[in-house]
T-cell receptor, first 113, second 112 residues
C-alpha cells in the first residue's frame, strides 16, 4: 500500500538555524505530494504542494522538491523563527481516480529564541 | 462558512456511552473526509463522502463507528459504546473535488 515516512521528532533548533525535515514515500501510482502544518491548538493547514517530478513547492520561506528518483519530498527552510514551532506532516494523494490523503506520522519542530 | 467547523471542540465521555461529532464543511465543497489523530498512530483516514454517499468507509475501525452526511453539507460521526482506545482528535476536511483538503480544528475526544 501507499505510505509516507518522516523523520521522528522533536527537532529542536535555535532561531535562524537551517531546517530539514526528511520525507520519503511509497506509492502504487503517481502521487501529488504535500506538507501540512499544525500549529499548537489549531487544525492542519496546507503549507505547500508539488504535483509532478522536479516541481518545487514553496510558501512562507519553506521549500520542498518532488524527487521521483529518490521518492522524497524533504522540507527545508533557510532560517527558522520561533513562530515556525509546530508539527509538520508530509502526505501524498494519488492522481488517478479517487484517492485520499496518506499522512506521515508528523515531525514536531521546536524553535528557541 | 469561511472554513470547516467542528463541534464540540472537546468531548469527555464515559466508557460505554455514545458520542456524536459534527462537521460543517466549506460551503459548496462536495467531498468530505473524516480522519483520526492519535498519539503514536499519526493521522488515520476513516471515511470519505462524495455528496451524501460514502464510497469509501474502509478506514472505520469497527462497526461501532458510523457516519452520515445530509443535504450534501453537514456530517455527523457517531461512535457507539465508546472505548478508551477511541480517545483521539477527530478531524474533518472538505474539498471542492481537487487534491487540496481543508481541515477543521478537530474534536478532542476523551473516553474515561
Amino acid at each position: 500500500g501507499d505510505s509516507v515516512t518522516q523523520m521522528e521528532g522533536p527537532v529542536t533548533l535555535s532561531e535562524e538555524a537551517f531546517l530539514t525535515i526528511n520525507c520519503t514515500y511509497t506509492a502504487t501510482g503517481y502521487p501529488s505530494l504535500f506538507w501540512y502544518v499544525q500549529y499548537p491548538g489549531e487544525g492542519l493547514q496546507l503549507l505547500l504542494k508539488a504535483t509532478k517530478a522536479d516541481d518545487k513547492g514553496s510558501n512562507k520561506g519553506f521549500e520542498a522538491t518532488y524527487r521521483k528518483e529518490t521518492t522524497s519530498f524533504h522540507l527545508e527552510k533557510g532560517s527558522v523563527q520561533v513562530s515556525d514551532s509546530a508539527v509538520y506532516f508530509c502526505a501524498l494523494i494519488l492522481n488517478s481516480g479517487y484517492s485520499t490523503l496518506t499522512f506521515g506520522k508528523g515531525t514536531m519542530l521546536l524553535v528557541s529564541p | 462558512g469561511a472554513g470547516v467547523s467542528q463541534s464540540p471542540s472537546n468531548k469527555v465521555t464515559e466508557k460505554g456511552k455514545d458520542v456524536e461529532l459534527r462537521c460543517d464543511p466549506i460551503s459548496g465543497h462536495t467531498a468530505l473526509y473524516w480522519y483520526r489523530q492519535s498519539l503514536g498512530q499519526g493521522l488515520e483516514f476513516l471515511i470519505y463522502f462524495q455528496g451524501n454517499s460514502a464510497p469509501d468507509k474502509s478506514g472505520l475501525p469497527s462497526d461501532r463507528f458510523s457516519a452520515e452526511r445530509t443535504g450534501g453539507s453537514v456530517s455527523t460521526l457517531t461512535i457507539q459504546r465508546t472505548q478508551q482506545e477511541d480517545s483521539a482528535v477527530y478531524l474533518c476536511a472538505s474539498s471542492a473535488g481537487g487534491d487540496i483538503q481543508f481541515f477543521g480544528p478537530g474534536t478532542r475526544l476523551t473516553v474515561l
